[in-house]
């Protein structure tokens, strides 16, 4: 009788204890969350900043979480000069976007919370993120933001072009060399066509053709002062070389008029070059040989005020996993022309040469000058450094000089 009376409590209590459980679940999966709202500031004021607010309605008429997000955008200027006080007041908004280039001084004031708990939650998927762009958002242990956005720049080349100067259109440079002689071939100053652009006062070209020879602005830490490197002096041959090859009065158009057979540039310069019909391709700027290829990302993320509330960052962590959707990566790829840096977002675009090969610097690339966010270094060095080089003057004798000034901007 005993056995039997202990096989019928078992019994009763299985169904019990199953009851109890199916109510603890259905009740977790019925939690209402009270209606909030959620202040977001952003520098989104061009045309892809419309797209974000369309994203951001889509998310308010769409969400589960009963939340709200109103969205400020500002200039970029404003939204530097307004966040501190902000801050500092305890009524900045939840969450911001900041770029590379300006997370710095928010960094050193400890204004920004972590986020790295993100990626541990269990409906974020980490597993679709390049490791080298979660990377790229940490400042040492401090994982300040999240991706929203990571912007590169690239080769482009003038098919039509390259066929008029012998060159196979479907068979761009493998080297950096490559693209010199290209250069050369290319250009015919009688036509007023140009086998390269080599500005004075844009650091993009100077900088890659820097990369392409192992050549940076600074030791990798940051802390000295390696313009005038072995590297940046080979780098500095080239350029005069592709200098020889470039027009010498150069804007926007210059890029997208037909005349330019090879150039560096971002992914905001296509929709110019499709208006105007041009026959392009693009790939990432190739390496000298031997070189390890290297490129600058400019990563866009999503950073939370150390003001927000533990509840509100909950609720922000809601719609970042939203944005950070196969979906939602694809559609902002597609209408703004960012590359793709979700790898299931870039599957999308495997049969698209031209939007895949956006997304290829993102793995290996890095954030120039990190650790000081945008700097003098360019107008107060390499601008006249390039000008007095161009213009006749040693190279060696002129990066030794520059290099004084870039470790005393280092210094400051």
């Known amino acids: 009788m005993k056995n039997w009376r202990k096989v019928v409590s078992l019994s009763l209590a299985i169904p019990m204890t199953m009851s109890l459980l199916t109510g603890i679940g259905a009740a977790a999966e019925e939690k209402e969350y009270e209606p909030t709202t959620l202040t977001f500031w952003n520098g989104f004021t061009s045309t892809d900043g419309e797209v974000l607010q369309q994203i951001v309605d889509d998310f308010n008429e769409t969400n589960e979480w009963n939340i709200t997000i109103e969205m400020d955008v500002m200039p970029w200027a404003t939204f ?18 900041c770029s590379s280039g300006y997370y710095v001084p928010y ?110 602005y600074t030791n990798e830490d940051e802390t000295q002062a390696a313009f005038n490197s072995a590297e940046n002096v080979k780098a500095f041959e080239a350029l005069k070389e592709l200098y020889a090859c470039s027009p010498q009065d150069t804007d926007d158009n210059t890029y997208i008029c037909g005349q330019l057979g090879q150039f560096i540039n971002g992914p905001w310069i296509i929709n110019g070059l499709r208006e105007n019909e041009i026959n392009f391709g693009v790939k990432a700027v190739p390496a000298c040989t031997g070189i390890k290829q290297d490129a600058a990302v400019i990563p866009v993320g999503f950073s939370i005020p150390s ?80 000008q007095e080089i161009f213009a006749g003057a040693d190279i060696q004798e002129t990066l030794d000089k520059y290099n004084d000034v870039v470790q005393d901007i280092l210094n400051k």
């Not at 080769?155 to 196979?168: R, S, T, V």
């Not at 080599?198 to 020879?213: G, L």
């Open 107 to 216: 960094v050193n004031a400890g204004s920004f919370q972590d986020v790295s708990d993100f990626y541990d939650l269990p409906e974020v998927n980490k597993d679709d993120f390049d490791q080298n762009v979660v990377d790229l958002l940490y400042y040492d242990d401090l994982c300040v933001g999240i991706p929203m956005q990571m912007v590169s720049h690239y080769f482009y080349w003038d098919k039509d072009l390259y066929e008029e100067a012998g060159l196979d259109p479907e068979n761009p440079p493998e080297t950096f060399e490559e693209i010199i002689e290209n250069a050369k071939l290319l250009t015919d100053k009688s036509k007023n066509q140009y086998g390269f652009c080599i500005p004075t006062d844009n650091n993009v070209p100077a900088q890659y053709t820097m990369y392409a020879y192992g050549g940076h």
């Open 80 to 97: 530097n000069e307004k966040l501190p006080a902000a801050i500092a007041a305890g009524n900045a908004p939840d969450f911001v976007l």
């Open 307 to 386: 003001t927000t509330s533990d509840e509100h960052k909950e609720l922000v962590y809601k719609f970042v996993n939203y944005w950070n959707s196969e979906e939602i990566c694809t559609k902002w790829t597609k209408e703004c022309g960012t590359p793709a840096y979700l790898i299931s977002a870039q599957k999308n675009f495997a049969d698209d040469p031209l939007t895949s090969a956006l997304s290829e610097p993102l793995t290996y690339g890095h954030i120039e000058q990190k650790k000081h966010g945008v700097s003098q270094i360019s107008s107060d060095a390499l601008y006249p450094a390039m």
